[in-house]
């Protein structure tokens, strides 16, 4: 017995499928009218698709100026943070009535995240670990770029020649 005949494989070939044996309810000639691109006419590749291309990026731009009008000046983000921070940290004394400790929190939570660009479960995170001003002054010393260090493998070259190449 020969293992390609187990697999349909023969030595005489493989057969053509004759259309009548193709799958049914193919054609090989259909069309579907919403289709770009198969006609006999040639697609314009400038030209958008339905106009979607064009609605996209005018959505975009128009969503991207609303943001921009929408968004407050970072300047009196900060100055709201710090206030709050303050309010917090003498909260009987400096609290409005009206408001509890969660609204100033929650205030607090989202100058954060619009002023550092955080993730605001992150920002939960922090608050959750830290006290609001302790997570405040976390976040700031992150935004702080480290100082530039270099390591020098010794046993391979000394420092003053490293400092020379460097220099």
Not at 46 to 59: E, F, K, Q, S, Y
Not at 82 to 91: A, G, M
Not at 95 to 107: F, G
């Amino acid at each position: 017995m020969d293992l390609n005949d187990d697999f349909g494989d023969s030595e005489q070939g493989e057969e053509e499928i004759e259309e009548d044996e193709q799958e049914p309810g193919y054609d090989a000639g259909f069309k579907n009218s919403d289709d770009e691109g198969y006609g006999d006419e040639p697609a314009d590749e400038d030209a958008p698709i339905d106009g979607v291309l064009t609605t996209n990026l005018a959505d975009k731009r128009d969503e991207a100026i609303s943001n921009l009008l929408q968004k407050e000046d970072l300047g009196i983000i900060q100055m709201r943070l710090k206030d709050t921070v303050k309010i917090l940290q003498n909260f009987k004394e400096l609290r409005e009535e009206e408001k509890s400790r969660q609204d100033y929190l929650d205030t607090l939570k989202e100058d954060v995240c619009a002023s550092y660009d955080y993730n605001p479960d992150l920002v939960d995170l922090l608050f959750n670990l830290f006290p609001p001003p302790e997570a405040v002054e976390f976040i700031e010393a992150n935004e702080n770029q480290r100082p530039l260090t270099i390591r020098t493998n010794t046993i391979k070259t000394k420092r003053k020649d490293l400092a020379k190449v460097l220099i």
